[in-house]
């Protein structure tokens, strides 16, 4: 392999392997399906105010997958703007989980409530890091060629 090929090479694939690795630790989001039963309408503990950030992070942690099949396997401006705004979205989404913590914190001890804000804090910097990377000259000659 030529020095020419391998530049190109670790140019455009290091940083998605990069966006792979934080995409993929956001689809943990996916878990919190199985928290609606935990819900006061539903008979459970925690504020209602919880079922719009539970839905959205279901949907968006089952689209990681197909996010990260984008980020590999397809090009074009609508590919890369697509991963920008679902990265956008998705960091929004944990904004939003982060002020419902703040306002009707979930039913745990104070440890807990601190891992619940870490979690999603970090998420949601997953999600900026991504679409921010995504602006890198390399990436963006990689989606617009």
Do not use: C
């Not at 990069?18 to 943990?28: E, G, K, P, Q, R």
């Not at 399906?33 to 539970?54: I, K, Q, R, S």
């Amino acid at each position: 392999m030529t020095n020419t090929m391998r530049t190109k090479m670790t140019n455009t694939t290091r940083p998605r392997i990069l966006m792979t690795i934080m995409m993929a630790l956001t689809f943990s989001r996916t878990s919190v399906a199985t928290y609606f039963p935990h819900l006061e309408m539903y008979g459970g503990v925690d504020a209602n105010a919880w079922f719009a950030p539970w839905v959205s992070d279901t949907i968006l942690g089952l689209l990681v997958p197909v996010m990260i099949y984008l980020l590999w396997r397809q090009t074009g401006a609508k590919v890369w703007a697509t991963l920008i705004a679902y990265n956008a979205l998705g960091a929004f989404d944990y904004s939003h989980g982060l002020a419902t913590q703040w306002h009707y914190p979930q039913a745990t001890e104070g440890a807990v409530s601190a891992v619940i804000y870490l979690a999603i804090g970090l998420g949601m910097v997953l999600n900026i890091a991504v679409a921010l990377m995504m602006f890198r000259g390399d990436v963006m000659r990689h989606f617009l060629k």
